[in-house]
């Protein structure tokens, strides 16, 4: 697949990763790439954040996070979006150094 | 071709179809900040308009395109911007009708141009898949090509027109670059058959489900319709069709709980693989200008501080730039009224055009070049994409009280005027948290209220610097545009814990890159804006006008009646009388000036502002102030006209030593004190930060909610808020000594 999103691979902390099925978009750490698993979330956010972009295998990233700790802002598919921890948590991710 | 295309029976009179071709209609479809307004700026120049689809408030901009030389110009629909076609927002539907040619008056488009932005291929790409199910034909315009390559994305557009099907243009709107081949495959499509449906399929079992419920249709429809009927939250209204779907979603959850995310992903999978073989991206690391901008712009110690700056800089602007446009306008005003004082007979039609028509309507009119100044900067946020980044830094805080991210630019439009602000709630799709919104809107100072704080500013706080540079008087500005964010915020808080409690609402915000400003596009968004402010002073200021001055000439005073009842040529003796014995002075028109206050008190206004005096006396107000509170509840900005005709500044000659401002400054109590002191200034401006005073918000947010109550309820409780507020400003300002 096309990624418009390239990678560094970027030191992590030396901890052991957690499960994959346990790390969410929200617990992701500052510039560390990871690929969507899956979208859990149900109703309107959920499909509008799909057709976005964010949906299984597209590769995402931790950018910032806003100065009181939330908004996050991810890059996905070459662009920046803004989304709550609240949403992020919804969306399990894998960690790739792709 | 325009030339050769038969009128279908649906739009125009078939008289008007034999001898003239129905022009040709494109839609404009695209994702916001893909570049479409700029598009659609450059294809249409400045004729365009802006109304409203019927029945809601979603903007219907349509433009002309003379999209071939000699032919019949191409009308061409701007599209409110969209990530999807499939949602419940209402943008969404109104594309969708205009699309499918639901919208009455307007046929279904000819052609449909997709605005993609080649930096952000994919996710763009995704309506277009959509726009390619409506079976209508379709061009791809593509924008931001030299933008793309600077981020060394190689688009093979051979490759990736063949794969989708559709004719693509490269485009670049801001050097006309690519316009006419862009109508020359506008033209080309429109002749031609529509475009392939695109080429992804669902999963077996679903695609089977699709074919039954297409077969069941009794108008036979087509898969676009059944897709949205299966995968969306818009169920038909014939009752076994619901009940078949409902089936259908039975049996695919069976088999798959995520059984709704299946076009989406569809979707993506035919996408990728296309951009896979079309779009080469090498390996450079490098950040992006954007994201290096936004190392510092939404830092998060600088972030805050900077929007902060931001904001003080653009009401700073205002402030210095449009003095001298305005002195111009109000000497200008003041040179029309004295002309047309001397130049008519006295009398009740010179009076009328001199002190109705020409001093109240100047006196809005002067605050034109801070309107314009302030939608041109509001402009250049919002097309910059800092105007998202601001939403960015203010969410978190926006969420304590309980609102959206997305409130934030609803809210912040609201400071040029609340009702495109409330018409852009639309975009939060919570009922409760877009009521939420709407009802703290007018809280933010906009620009009706500038004339009376500039006004209130210049009479009693002018010239007046701290620090050597930063004058007062934007500082009181702030101050108020500070209070109502305040209020606002405490009303949010309070609104969603009791009528309006709902959990928090999710954020999902695009963080567009930045953008050197398109100067078509705000000088469009400023004359179109300041076409509205100048269309109400028009008409409704106007009318206004002439009904508050003549409020405050009639009736008219005992003195002039016992003169009428003693002489059969009553009128004319009495106004012959008058000027004769003050040759001099043009002043002395019926009800107005200074020494004739006495009518004024007499008159029906006079009457109104006295009944109300006790109310407002508390507030520092007197009854002439009280006479222009009440017409400023029809619009804010009438406020200074009424205090023009109150004063009766129109009618001197000598404008520019007794403007309103002068005249205000000299406004005596009947015991002789100053009826203003900047104490009562300043609790003016409070007043008018918070209430409820304009008509047409009230009206809009009646059209927006479906009912009068929560007008209502605006209206009294802003109003309420707003008396205590004037009370404690007043009453504590006399308290620490001052008057």
Known sequence: ?98 | MSSTLESPALASPPSAASTVARPLVIALAGNPNAGKTTLFNALTGLRQKVANYPGVTVERKEGTWSIKHGATPARLIDLPGLYSLDAASIDEQIARDVVTGRIPNLPAPDVIVAVVDATNLERNLYLVTQLLEYGRPLVIALTMVDLARKRDLEIDEQRLSEALGVTIVPVTSAQRLGLDALAAAVLKAAESEAASAGGWCLSELAEREIATLIGKDVDSLSRHRALRDLYTDELPENEWRRDAIRLARERLAQSNPDWWQEPVLARYDWIEKITSKSVKSSLSQSLTTTERIDRILTHRFFGPLILIAVLLLVFQTIFSWANLPMDLIDKGFGRLGGAVGSLMSPGLLRDLLVDGVIAGVGGVLVFLPQILLLFFFISILEDTGYMARAAFLMDRLMRSVGLHGKAFMPLMSSFACAIPGIMATRTIENPKDRLATIMIAPFMSCSARLPVYTLMIAAFFPGRKLFGFLSVGALLIMAMYLLGIIVAIGVAWVLKRTILKAPTPPLVLELPPYRVPNVLTILQMMFSRAWLFLKRAGTVILAISIILWALATFPRSPQTKTANSETTVAQTTDDGGETESSEAEVKTAPGFAGQSSEHLSQSFAGRAGHLIEPIIKPLGFDWKMGVALISSFAARETMVSTLSIIYNVGHDKDSSSNSLINAVREAKKPDGTPAWTPLVALSMMVFFVLAMQCMSTVAIVRRETNSWRWPLFMIAYMTVLAYIASFITYQGGRLLGFS
Do not use: C, F, W
């Open chain 1, 1 to 98: 697949m096309a990624t418009l999103e390239n990678t560094l691979a970027i030191p992590r902390a030396s901890l052991e990763p957690l499960p994959a099925s346990d790390l969410s978009l929200a617990g992701l750490s500052l510039g560390a790439q990871a690929r969507v698993i899956a979208v859990k979330g149900q109703g309107a956010i959920a499909r509008r954040l799909m057709e976005m972009g964010v949906v299984p295998g597209a590769p995402v990233r931790v950018i910032k996070r806003a100065p009181l700790g939330d908004p996050i802002e991810v890059r996905v598919r070459g662009y920046h979006l803004a989304l709550r921890r609240t949403e992020a948590q919804t969306i399990s991710v894998t960690a790739s150094d792709e």
